[in-house]
């Protein structure tokens, strides 16, 4: 298996533009993680869904936040319009379960987003 | 408000010396601890967990410890290599939410040859 895929791998935009994060899941894991890591506050999770279906995404930090994941292969997260804040480091995480918890998660090599 | 906290940013350790990264938690309901490595450019990888049935863990060179009266975890790394230069990041498991893993903030460890 090729592992978690995200695109892109950097992405340099100026302040007010969409901006659209990619996440291709490990195929068979039924749990999707979106992370954000900056030096202040390491990692930090935003949203996860389970079987496409989002679960908390009390991570979220404000409304111009916004992830979906219409299939089990497919997950993006979107923020619009973008803010020089908002500049960091994106990771999504995929695991399948063991009973009542998710198994170990693993992560993409990560989305460098710089707002300008 | 951290709920897991490293309060290393960084460590510096010898190579061939016993490296020892901390960690600090909250909440005494957390039951599961993890640690994952992580390298520039990549993503976080898991390395070593521990349940708090337990106050001791190893795999190989990676030792962790829980005290749990204290709210404390270590990663303890014997001997240490130059291949180990990475950040570190402690990770719980909150009881009763799934997945939902909550990190510290990280400690980047440099092993020097």
């Known amino acids: 298996d090729a592992g978690v895929i995200q695109s892109p791998r950097h992405e340099v935009t100026e302040m007010g533009q969409e901006v659209t994060l990619r996440c291709k899941p490990i195929s068979g894991h039924d749990y999707l993680f979106w992370y954000r890591q900056t030096m202040m506050r390491g990692l930090e999770l935003l949203i996860y869904?389970?079987?496409?279906?989002?679960?908390?995404d009390s991570g979220m930090p404000e409304d111009r936040f916004s992830a979906k994941m219409p299939n089990a292969s497919f997950s993006t997260l979107k923020i619009q319009p973008s803010e020089p804040r908002d500049s960091a480091v994106y990771f999504c995480a995929s695991s399948g379960a063991v009973g009542f918890y998710t198994d170990t998660q693993y992560f993409g090599p990560g989305t460098r987003l710089t707002v300008l | 408000d951290q709920q897991v906290k490293q309060n290393s940013p960084s460590l510096s350790v010898q190579e061939g010396r016993i490296s020892i990264l901390n960690c600090d938690y909250t909440?005494?309901?957390?039951?599961?601890f993890l640690w994952y490595k992580k390298y520039p450019a990549e993503g976080p990888t898991f390395l070593i967990s521990?349940?708090?049935?337990?106050d001791k863990n190893e795999d190989g060179r990676f030792t962790v410890f829980l005290n749990k009266s204290a709210k404390h975890l270590s990663l303890h790394i014997v001997p240490s290599q130059p291949g180990d230069s990475a950040v570190y990041f402690c990770?719980?498991?909150?009881?009763?939410?799934?997945?939902?893993?909550?990190f510290g903030q990280g400690t980047e460890l440099s092993v020097k040859p």
């Open positions: 909440n005494s309901m957390f039951d599961y």
């Open positions: 869904f389970n079987n496409n279906v989002p679960i908390d």
């Open positions: 990770a719980a498991l909150p009881p009763g939410q799934g997945g939902k893993l909550i």
């Open positions: 521990i349940s708090s049935i337990k």
